[in-house]
């Protein structure tokens, strides 16, 4: 599948270090996401963009800061992580957060292993 | 808030054996979704259940969405190794003010011994 690419595919980095994730979607969608996915909480939404506008941020240090230029591109820019920031982490792609009738059917990209050292 | 949970989190079957995940919303869902996400890879859509009572099936893979709109299931009939994965349900819902959202439950991991 190539709808949603991620890239860097893995990365280590220093708790100084700053680094940036970057999602790309080819499918025309208008909702991003950006998840994290480690042992011990499985599946964790971070972050949602609804037609590049923020409309979720789930209580997220500020050590992670997303940003969304345009429908197509998701950036989470990370500084000063720890080492339990350890983990995969994912971007997703939707249609659009409309309404009841929209499905929101997610199309996930390969993710990013992170590791902190 | 929406809260989406599932049980079992870990399942662990012979080959042949069937297999069931649940899941239940605290509020009523406009359909819900279900995942795979195969070890080492990132969760693929599998289905999404709409109509309440719905049941839909993929070769030994079963889905039913509660009459409630609350509640739904996976059944799968006689495991193969391929079947190893973890599965998510997600259930789209109402936050919320004018706010729909996709919430995951915490995925059921089963695992199968050939």
């Known amino acids: 599948e190539t709808g949603v690419t991620q890239t860097p595919r893995h990365l280590v980095m220093g708790m100084t270090n700053k680094k940036s994730l970057k999602c790309e979607q080819h499918?025309?969608?208008?909702?991003m996401y950006w998840y994290k996915q480690s042992a011990k909480k499985p599946l964790e939404l971070m972050f949602v963009?609804?037609?590049?506008?923020?409309?979720e941020n789930n209580s997220v240090p500020s050590r992670f800061s997303p940003e969304c230029p345009n429908s197509s591109h998701l950036f989470l820019h990370l500084h000063t992580l720890q080492p339990e920031d350890s983990a995969l982490y994912l971007c997703?792609?939707?249609?659009?957060?409309?309404?009841?009738?929209?499905?929101?059917?997610?199309?996930f990209g390969p993710g990013t292993r992170l590791t902190v050292l | 808030g929406q809260q989406v949970m599932q049980i079992p989190q870990y399942q662990h079957v012979q080959e042949g054996e069937d297999f069931t995940t649940y899941c239940n919303s605290s509020?009523?869902?406009?359909?819900i979704q279900w995942y795979k996400q195969r070890p080492g890879g990132h969760p693929v859509f599998l289905i999404q259940?709409?109509?309440?009572?719905e049941v839909k099936k993929q070769k030994r893979l079963t889905f039913q969405f509660g009459e409630a709109k609350k509640n739904s299931s996976l059944h799968i009939t006689a495991t193969q190794t391929t079947d190893v994965g973890t599965y998510f349900c997600?259930?789209?819902?109402?936050?919320?003010?004018?706010?729909?959202?996709?919430?995951f439950g915490k995925g059921t991991l089963l695992t199968v011994n050939p």
């Open positions: 259940l709409v109509k309440s009572g």
């Open positions: 997703a792609s939707s249609q659009a957060l409309v309404s009841d009738r929209s499905t929101d059917t997610q199309y």
């Open positions: 499918l025309g969608h208008n909702a």
């Open positions: 509020t009523t869902l406009s359909n």
């Open positions: 997600a259930g789209y819902g109402w936050s919320g003010g004018s706010n729909y959202k996709l919430t």
């Open positions: 963009y609804n037609f590049k506008e923020q409309t």
